[in-house]
């Protein structure tokens, strides 16, 4: 039993020894990584700075005659349910949607794009295609439509316009 204490005690000392050099090493680095990882509050889209925001800062975006809230979902999710006035406009159509909907996304307006969650890449990907296309008054909102409906936001079934989710056609 002593043999056994003995052993953890020393595993126990060499493992706060290790930690306290990489933890030194790490603080006199030139380039020293953050000891907690903060998530970054932006990201950059062909040279646009596009901030990730919640959905309770959005929620202070609707109705704003200048902001438009575009719905990267798939189309399924998006007739289901949206973001009350969202244009749709989702990645794996967004070439062949845009010029339906690019009447109602002034380059001068501020779009807030959304998906499903903080974990859902397809926003980020609509507002990179957007970047190219010249929008530079951009924000994503991370939380994504779930948290949005979780406050109790807003939402509609039916598109604002007949342009915004026209059906495909065969």
Known sequence: MRNVLSVCLKA??????ASAIGLAKNHLSHQPLP??????????????????INEREARR???????????????????????????FLEPGSKEDRFPLV???????ARLI??????????AEEVAAFLAQLGY???????????AWQKQGYPVEK???????APKKQD
């Open 12 to 17: 126990l000392l060499i493992a706060v020894a």
């Open 35 to 52: 000891i907690v990882y903060t998530p970054p509050g932006h990201v950059v889209l062909s040279g646009v700075v596009v901030p990730f």
């Open 61 to 87: 975006y609707l109705g704003d005659p200048g902001t438009i809230f575009v719905d990267a979902r798939l189309e399924k999710d998006y007739s289901a349910s949206h973001v009350k006035g969202a244009v």
């Open 102 to 108: 690019q009447p109602l996304l002034p380059e001068d």
């Open 136 to 146: 530079k008054h951009m924000m994503i909102m991370t939380a994504g439509f779930k």
């Open 113 to 122: 794009l959304y998906c499903y969650g903080p974990e859902c890449p397809m």
């Open 158 to 164: 039916e598109p604002q316009h007949a342009e915004a």
